[in-house]
């Protein structure tokens, strides 16, 4: 039987290496041939569409580098045809047991018996009612389900078998290792085992592929250890060396802060070794790390667009608003680092991301649990509040506590440090930032009414005799910025101050009304938007782009964008589980001054990136499709796009507000004076050029579907380790 020959012949090699693209250079790369690692994408973009789909292997054309590699696990029908198939049970990534209820047997597979639904069991006309579906989901369960493709069929014919197919290209053959402890069935001897001796390997092979723990191991609880010596025993043994099981939407090591382009960099440029190719499900991001953020130039602080704003420090990797959170920040090149203020019961300035202690510190479990209550014109559910606490009840008795916005996915953040650093006084913040690398510094002000009325306290005076205490209104190196969502603690520092006023849009809105943009330049020269203004979202598709950045930044005002999050469950599909695409369009396609990020690191190393401004030559990975485009591509197969929610316009109406309230009598602590000296010109560069730019190179994207796959191909192909398939 010829496929039985193939695979004896094969065993538990992967094989089929078809016309390399060799178009890297040889360079600086420490792969074993000093070329640029090769991009293997695992059954296609699997991770958007149903792994070894056509529409995945289609799609890898369109957001990764031009030489990528398509990887096929194949497997063999019973009239022996080979088809693409991730998993050696069908019932893992396809529809079959419903299909075929019946159809259910067992296999030794490596020794094991195996049951569930094989595809040595049926012919290719049976297959053909067969669904494939997206066997990873972390989010929406089998959104996308496409018919099987034989993709393989339409590249061979079927009387061809697979070693000729091979031999008509270029072959390498790639030994693929599992888990170490598992057995290597042609050997009979552990993967471990073989490992020990990579100069057995290098008599049959010429390159392993091994899981990417293997190189970078982790601990129990998810942090990495120092990386192995696998690498560099594979390119002694003169083997080239595959890491496998890349993934964005998965958990990551804590040590790359949820940054999958992180991850990827961290085995092909880490200054002592790079992997010679990564198996990856979405291979736009090995494309951004091997084309444009391998090698930077991290010396290059400039400050200039866009500004990468802070959200409570680094907030994603320590306690928000603490001295850690703050001085990562700084190390991790943030241009501005912010202080949202709240007031303790003693009347001290604190930076808290939240007035609610609850949020953001272990107050929980502290004796002022009991003072839970709920105050109406701060919350509806019930808090316990930092104005009820002195600044010593809250240092001596509370912890702050890391932020986890996505608890309910189990994706923590670094939980060794979950309640570490020191809380800050805004004092405590401006002695800190006074001396850093910084273009400035955001104080965000909420609740001040409520502060005046009901606590006799001025905040905007406080914060204006703080800034001056500390020196701000003596210096010129760093521009101090005032954000609120209530115009009327803008309108007060208007008059009292020339500091750089940011209005906070908290709602989602599609426009700004001309009647509102004259409001809002009245006391303001920027505005934070929500990215959901941006690019509205639905189901966890981009819908659309609206006109709001362009039609604030026609009216002078520079706009930032909140909050970004390295976390691929706060992103929309488009941005392919990967924050420096999501960072990317907002920059290049929205055109935004401004990103307010929980990871300024993420930020800093897109401003380092290689392929800025290339304009037409831009790669493909780094130019952002349209939104909407995905969405539609998506759904046209399956089922209607979602309908959105209409959003409301901003008016003049949202903007305006009575002016701040007095401080309730109590007023001992006025300031005596405001005199904030320094000048800012405060110019805005209206970005409609590079909007123009990318919206014209997005229209030979949009229809993607049609075109052929790209020629330059390499096939991996398991034989599957089915013992039975082989008989
Ligand atoms: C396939 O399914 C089995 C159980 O049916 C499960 O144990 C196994 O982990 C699955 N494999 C994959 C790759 O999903
Ligand atoms: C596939 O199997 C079905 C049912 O056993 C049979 O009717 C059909 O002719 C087969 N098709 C091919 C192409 O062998
Ligand atoms: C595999 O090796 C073990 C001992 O290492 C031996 O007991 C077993 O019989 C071997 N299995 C096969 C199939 O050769
Ligand atoms: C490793 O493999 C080579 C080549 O097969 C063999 O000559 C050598 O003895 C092996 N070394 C060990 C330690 O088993
Ligand atoms: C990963 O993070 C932990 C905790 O911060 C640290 O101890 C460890 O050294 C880091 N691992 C590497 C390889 O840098
Ligand atoms: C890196 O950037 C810094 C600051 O822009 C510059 O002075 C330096 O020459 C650059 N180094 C290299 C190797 O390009
Ligand atoms: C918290 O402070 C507010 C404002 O002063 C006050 O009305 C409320 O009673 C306080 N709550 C507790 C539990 O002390
Ligand atoms: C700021 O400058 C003014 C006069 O130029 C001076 O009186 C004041 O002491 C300075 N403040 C600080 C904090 O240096
Ligand atoms: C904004 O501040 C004013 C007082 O200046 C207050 O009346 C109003 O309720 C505040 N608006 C919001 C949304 O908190
Ligand atoms: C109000 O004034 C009293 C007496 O001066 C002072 O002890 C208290 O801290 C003040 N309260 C506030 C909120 O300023």
């Known amino acids: 039987m010829r496929a039985g020959h193939v695979c004896s012949v094969l065993a538990s090699l992967v094989l089929l290496w078809l016309g390399i693209a060799s178009a890297q250079e040889a360079s600086s790369w420490k792969s074993l041939s000093g070329k640029a690692p090769a991009i293997v994408a695992k059954g296609g973009f699997s991770g958007l569409f149903p792994d070894s789909s056509e529409d995945a292997y289609r799609f890898v054309q369109y957001a990764s580098l031009p030489d990528t590699i398509l990887y096929c696990d ?37 020794g094991v018996p195996t049951s569930g639904w094989f595809s040595v069991d049926y012919n290719i006309t049976e297959l053909g009612q067969v ?17 099987i493709q034989y993709l393989l069929l339409k590249t061979c014919s079927p009387n061809s078998n697979l070693l000729e197919f091979g031999l008509m290209f270029r072959t390498k053959l790639v030994f693929r290792f599992l888990d170490e402890s598992t057995l290597e069935p042609s050997m009979n001897k552990t993967y471990g085992s073989v490992l020990k001796n990579l100069t057995f ?13 293997y190189i970078w191991p982790t601990s129990s609880d998810n ?28 958990m990551l090591s804590y040590n790359h802060s949820y940054d999958p382009l992180a991850e990827y960099l961290s085995f092909i440029d880490n200054g002592v070794f790079s992997v010679d190719g990564v198996l990856s499900d979405f291979p736009v991001t090995p494309s951004e790390a091997i084309g444009c953020f391998a090698n930077l130039n991290k010396s290059n602080t400039d400050h200039g667009k866009p500004l990468i704003i802070s959200h409570n420090g680094a907030s994603g990797d320590y306690p928000g608003c603490t001295d850690l959170s703050y001085q990562k920040a700084v190390d991790d090149g943030a241009d501005v680092i912010d202080c949202p203020v709240q007031l303790t019961k003693d009347g001290v300035l604190v930076c808290m991301s939240s007035v609610n202690l609850m949020d953001d510190t272990t107050v929980a479990r502290s004796q002022f649990a009991s003072q839970t209550a709920v105050i109406k014109d701060i919350q509806s559910v019930p808090g316990v509040f930092t104005f009820n606490l002195t600044w010593d009840d809250i240092v001596k008795n509370l912890r702050p506590k890391i932020s986890t916005p996505f608890t309910t996915y189990r994706l923590d953040r670094n939980p060794r440090y979950r309640n570490a650093g020191n809380f800050m006084r805004l004092s405590d913040f401006l002695d800190f930032t006074k001396d850093k690398d910084l273009s400035g510094i955001v104080i965000s002000i909420e609740h001040a009414a409520f502060v005046a009325e009901e606590l006799g306290f001025d905040m905007v005076e406080t914060v204006i005799k703080a800034l001056g205490d500390a020196g701000y209104n003596n210096q010129t190196a760093q521009k101090v910025m005032i954000q609120s969502t209530n115009s009327s603690v803008l309108e007060k520092f208007k008059q ?34 929500d990215t959901g203004s941006v690019f509205p979202e639905s189901h966890h598709f981009t819908m659309y782009k609206t006109n709001l950045v362009q039609t604030l930044q026609n009216a002078g005002l520079s706009v930032y ?23 990317n369009w907002y920059v290049t396609a929205a055109g935004v001054d401004g990103l307010i990020t929980e990871f300024p690191a993420t930020a800093r190393r897109y401003k380092l990136n290689n392929c800025m401004n290339m304009g037409n030559s831009t790669p ?46 109590n007023s001992s602590t006025s300031p005596t004076h405001s005199g904030a000296t320094r ?49």
């Open 620 to 665: 493909v990975f780094m130019d952002p499709a349209r939104a909407g485009d995905l969405m539609q591509t998506i759904m046209t197969k399956t089922a209607q796009p979602p309908a959105l929610a209409p959003m409301p316009l901003l008016t003049d109406s949202d903007v305006a507000e009575p002016p701040l309230p007095p401080a309730r009598s």
């Open 496 to 529: 009292q101050t020339k500091y750089d006023l940011v209005y906070m849009i908290n709602e989602e809105v599609r426009d700004a009304a001309p009647s509102s943009l004259t409001d809002i330049k009245k006391f303001a020269s920027a505005v934070s938007v």
């Open 561 to 583: 964008v909140y909050t970004l999050m390295n976390e691929f469950v706060s992103q929309a599909y488009d941005f392919f589980s990967d924050a420096t695409v999501q960072i």
């Open 223 to 250: 942090y990495l250890q120092p990386y192995t010596s696998v690498v560099d025993d594979a390119h002694k043994a003169g083997l080239e060396i595959y890491a496998a099981d890349f993934a964005n939407d998965f």
């Open 131 to 147: 669904t494939l579906v997206r066997s990873i989901s972390s989010r929406t369960p089998s959104l996308i389900q496409i018919p």
């Open 201 to 213: 390997v290098k008599t049959f092979a010429s390159g392993i592929l091994v899981p990417k723990s």
């Open 679 to 727: 000048m800012h010109a405060h110019t805005t560069h209206i970005l409609v050029l590079v909007i123009l730019a990318c919206d014209a190179s997005h229209v030979r994207r949009s229809n993607w579907t049609p075109h052929q796959s790209s020629t330059n191909q390499i096939f991996f192909t398991t034989c599957s380790r089915l013992g039975s398939e082989c008989i």
């Open 74 to 110: 194949v497997r063999l029908t019973k009239d022996e045809l080979g088809i693409c198939l991730p998993d050696i049970k069908m019932d893992n990534c396809t529809n079959i047991a419903y299909i075929y209820a019946q159809g259910q047997k067992s296999y030794l597979v490596n």
